[in-house]
């Protein structure tokens, strides 16, 4: 049983950047997709919005056209830690956030598709 535990976010300014960072308590989280969704105020868990996920190679990568360019997901699997850069932060990218694991390959945009959760960090954007 893979567990994940996020951290990083906090309050900022329209135009702030932050790093937020997923941990895995298994080494076996590098042969997993690692995807970061987010949860926005008001919006219940089946509506969890894709950000970017990123494949157990360290390379290949897929991002929402909302965080695209913006955000920026990268892995180090010798740390069994993954990251998600936010730059230029909007006060709609207010949200949970949350790193999200699975084994799979298909539907990887698809919050179902995904086994393994952490209980996510809260990222507050003020215009």
């Known amino acids: 049983q893979v567990q994940l535990r996020e951290s990083g976010g906090r309050q900022v300014q329209s135009g702030d950047s932050l790093r937020l960072t997923c941990v895995a308590s298994?080494?076996?989280?590098?042969?997993?997709?690692v995807a970061w969704f987010r949860q926005a105020p008001g919006k219940e868990r089946e509506e969890r919005e894709f950000v970017g996920l990123i494949k157990w190679n360290e390379v290949e990568t897929l991002y929402s056209e909302s965080v695209k360019g913006r955000f920026t997901i990268s892995r180090d699997n010798a740390k069994a830690t993954a990251y998600l850069q936010t730059n230029g932060l909007k006060p709609e990218d207010t949200a949970v956030y949350y790193c999200?694991?699975?084994?799979?390959?298909?539907?990887?945009?698809?919050?179902?598709?995904?086994?393994?959760w952490g209980r996510g960090t809260q990222v507050t954007v003020s215009s």
């Open positions: 999200a694991a699975t084994i799979g390959a298909l539907a990887l945009t698809s919050p179902k598709s995904y086994t393994y």
């Open positions: 298994e080494r076996t989280f590098s042969t997993f997709t």
